[in-house]
Nanobody, 126 residues
Framework: QVNLVESGGGLVQAGDSLRLSCVAS????????VAWFRQAPGKEREFVAA????????YYSDSVKGRFTVSRDNAKNSVILQMNSLKPEDTAVYYC???????????????????WGQGTQVTVSS
């Protein structure tokens, strides 16, 4: 069992930055693949970024590549999403997710993750 808690959301202007944090409690965090997803009103949950378990190379969606950076600290059981050059279309609830069994081809699929945080709202005004 893994419990995930996100924090760091808020209201910012276009071009600003935000830093989201996901802290996990429970079993060995390094044995889990961890991802960030987001969901805007009326839209499906969208993949943002992820780390595959035991792997230090992150994956990014094309929509955030070059603007967002994800980092992982297994000693602190945390994953950080640094979001720069924010755009109004980045407005969404951001979720942290974890799975011990997801494979590489499923990294961007929300159905592959079985542990989820409660989400944190990010609002970017134009």
């Amino acid at each position: 069992q893994v419990n995930l808690v996100e924090s760091g959301g808020g209201l910012v202007q276009a071009g600003d930055s935000l830093r989201l944090s996901c802290v996990a409690s429970g079993r060995t965090f390094s044995s889990y693949s961890v991802a960030w997803f987001r969901q805007a009103p009326g839209k499906e949950r969208e993949f943002v970024a992820a780390f595959k378990r035991w792997n230090s190379n992150p994956y990014y969606s094309d929509s955030v590549k070059g603007r967002f950076t994800v980092s992982r600290d297994n000693a602190k059981n945390s994953v950080i999403l640094q979001m720069n050059s924010l755009k109004p279309e980045d407005t969404a609830v951001y979720y942290c997710a974890a799975s011990a069994t997801v494979i590489t081809s499923q990294m961007a699929s929300h159905s592959a993750y079985n542990y989820w945080g409660q989400g944190t709202q990010v609002t970017v005004s134009s």
